[in-house]
């Protein structure tokens, strides 16, 4: 059985996401099709996504975008540095918070794989707060190793 990281540190080694732009601090489970994280960093004063101190939902996305890049680099092999990829579509999404901030406890982020090749992937995605509570939902679409041009 593999080892999953268990701290911010060891899964910023793993996806681009880098300092505090590393959302996710625990991974509590991971199969090839889906995973779940965990974390509380939604409630730091100085969170790098809040606009004039709030933390507002739509930032949900980014966290299950980065556990969409942590579930790649652990299926893939084990060592594998995240590749980089954007956002291409969000589908279906709701969101049934407006604010992230206010949530007390901690986050926990799904993403379930439900299509992708080398060049893309699409995952259903999930936050929900620690007592189960749905917070968002919808469908990312991500494109793998594209750069962006001026």
Do not use: F, W
């Not at 625990?26 to 809040?50: F, K, N, Y």
């Not at 299950?64 to 980089?84: D, T």
């Amino acid at each position: 059985m593999k080892t999953l990281p268990a701290s911010p540190l060891e899964i910023a080694r793993l996806i681009p996401h880098q300092g505090r732009m590393c959302l996710l601090e625990a991974v509590l489970e991971c199969t090839p099709t889906h995973i779940r994280c965990r974390t509380h960093s939604h409630r730091a004063a100085d969170h790098p996504l809040a606009l004039d101190g709030v933390l507002h939902a739509p930032v949900a996305i980014e966290y299950a975008a980065q556990a969409m890049a942590l579930h790649g680099a652990l299926n893939v092999r084990e060592g594998v540095i995240g590749r980089p990829g954007y956002i291409a579509s969000a589908r279906d999404v709701r969101m049934h918070v407006s604010r992230l901030d206010t949530i007390e406890g901690d986050l926990i982020v799904g993403a379930e794989h439900l299509a992708g090749d080398a060049r893309q992937v699409a995952y259903r995605v999930t936050v929900h707060d620690e007592g189960g509570g749905l917070l968002l939902q919808g469908r990312l679409a991500v494109v793998l190793d594209t750069a962006l041009t001026p």
